[in-house]
């Protein structure tokens, strides 16, 4: 009992100990920041939502700093000096990775702008057609017409493919077929 009695009077001393707000610095600053670092443990996890021991220990950097009178952008150099760009949440908006601010925006302004042609495009290409025509390119339709003689020549029009059940030569042929077994 006296040992559960101690763990939860320790817990919640540091408990305690995190959430007190110094005077020396603007929790809202602070809490900007733990927004803007990555903690180097949790993939994908700022630091403000990270709860493993490495993120309380850059969160209380941060607000050491911020009670010296750091400014923002020398805590994420201090951050970036130890673990490299990859702990900033954002890229840094320079060299390549300007890259990453620059292509989304253009994607989207490409998209805006192509639509609208690209419709446009394809009303001008399209042409009136009479009620019931049925919609062919131009040259296409002595092809089909070939198509509907054969078909029509085939089978007596049924079109099945050879092979298929019910499909073979008409019956007359299969008469002069098997009297010529039988007579030769």
């Not at 110094?22 to 949790?42: F, K, N, Q, T």
């Not at 009178?69 to 020398?74: H, Q, W």
């Not at 201090?78 to 840094?92: C, D, H, I, K, Q």
């Not at 049924?158 to 077929?177: F, N």
Request: glycine residues 8%; hydrophobic residues 45%.
């Amino acid at each position: 009992m006296v040992l559960l009695a101690a763990l939860l009077l320790s817990a919640a001393a540091v408990q305690a100990q995190e959430s007190e707000p110094d005077s020396g610095y603007d929790e809202e600053e602070a809490l900007s920041i733990d927004r803007m670092l990555i903690c180097p443990v949790c993939p994908a996890e700022t630091i403000d939502q990270a709860q493993v021991e490495l993120s309380r220990q850059m969160r209380r950097i941060v607000r050491e700093m911020l009670a010296q009178g750091a400014s923002r952008e020398e805590i994420l150099d201090f951050f970036v000096e130890r673990y490299g760009p990859e702990v900033l949440a954002a890229p840094p908006r320079s060299g390549f990775n300007l890259l990453a601010w620059v292509i989304p925006a253009a994607g989207v302004l490409a998209g805006v702008v192509a639509v609208p042609l690209i419709i446009w495009s394809m009303a001008r290409r399209g042409r009136p057609m009479a009620a019931g025509e049925p919609p062919l390119e131009e040259g296409l339709e002595p092809y089909l017409q070939a198509v509907d003689r054969d078909l029509a020549e085939s089978e007596g029009g049924l079109g099945l493919p050879m092979g298929e059940e019910g499909a073979g030569p008409p019956e007359d042929e299969t008469r002069d077929e098997d009297e010529t077994k039988v007579n030769g």
